[in-house]
């Protein structure tokens, strides 16, 4: 596992972010960083991902900054370009998992069934994202998916919450979750930054707990 890797598994839960709006990333971030959260993905759902990954890594140097929904070459080239540190797709895409690999770009491509895990661990990948997860059967899908294939470990997204993150966090298969409760689109274009760090607050105490810091 790289570095990258650890310190996403050392955060845990991993706020997965949708900007509209450029000049909301760096109060975003501030509020994740106040709450205790030092990881973000950046989706590439917006024409505004690619400069907020560049103002978030001049602005905080210190933060994990990641581009996801990276469906292309290209993508990565602007993603890796504006200072993302990792690339995470929704589906495993053969070429874009090739390319990062070959210039030594983090990537958590994602899967759903044994077949696409097969086609990551040819690869010589050892960590994949899990999505949709809830809607793909969850933890009990991943435990039972995870038997044969000892080694992988799962970045579960889609459907995670308050409610089931703690089951999540206390699999050893788990990485790390991707969740969005604490960046929720309205709280972002509303400015409620102060909601946003409230609810990352919570969210990095539920990692205290899992690790037995509480």
Do not use: H
């Amino acid at each position: 596992m790289n570095d990258v890797f650890k310190r996403i598994e050392l955060n845990k839960i991993v706020p997965v972010v949708v900007l509209k709006d450029v000049g909301k990333a760096v109060p975003l971030v501030s509020s994740l960083l106040k709450g205790g959260l030092f990881c973000a993905e950046i989706t590439f759902r917006t024409d505004a991902a690619e400069e907020s990954i560049y103002e978030i890594s001049k602005s905080f140097p210190d933060m994990l900054v990641g581009a996801g929904t990276v469906l292309s070459v290209e993508q990565v080239d602007k993603a890796v370009g504006a200072g993302a540190k990792f690339i995470v797709s929704p589906g495993f895409n053969p070429k874009v998992v090739d390319y990062c690999l070959k210039n030594d770009y983090p990537v958590c491509p994602g899967i759903m069934t044994p077949t696409e895990l097969e086609m990551a661990l040819d690869f010589g990948l050892d960590i994949v994202k899990f999505f949709p997860a809830e809607n793909a059967g969850g933890l009990k899908m991943i435990k039972a998916m995870s038997a044969p294939y000892p080694s992988v470990k799962f970045m579960p997204t889609g459907g995670i919450s308050p409610s089931n993150i703690r089951e999540y966090l206390s699999c050893d298969k788990i990485l790390a979750c991707g969740g969005s409760w604490m960046v929720k689109s309205d709280l972002i274009e509303t400015g409620r930054y102060d909601e946003i760090e409230r609810l990352t607050f919570e969210a990095s105490e539920i990692v205290k707990e899992i690790r037995g810091q509480k």
